[in-house]
């Protein structure tokens, strides 16, 4: 019998990523702050832009830069 699991993208069947795992760890790290107020989502685009093009080619996170003065 085969029960092989089926791996997410960006995973090989040996369990590798194809992706820096160190980066989304510290991404995920990052994002629990942005969660808990303690930084902005301004702050963590700018944070990991460079990283994220240099990792995936695009970064298609929103920046957080609205403008809040047409509120």
Known sequence: MDFS???SRGEHR???SEYD???GK???EDAQRVADGEMSQA???EKYHERVLEEFG???RDPGLE???DE
């Open 5 to 7: 699991v089926k791996k």
């Open 14 to 16: 040996d369990g590798a």
């Open 21 to 23: 795992q160190e980066l």
């Open 26 to 28: 510290q991404m995920g």
């Open 43 to 45: 702050e963590f685009y």
């Open 58 to 60: 695009e970064d298609k």
């Open 67 to 69: 403008d809040d003065a």
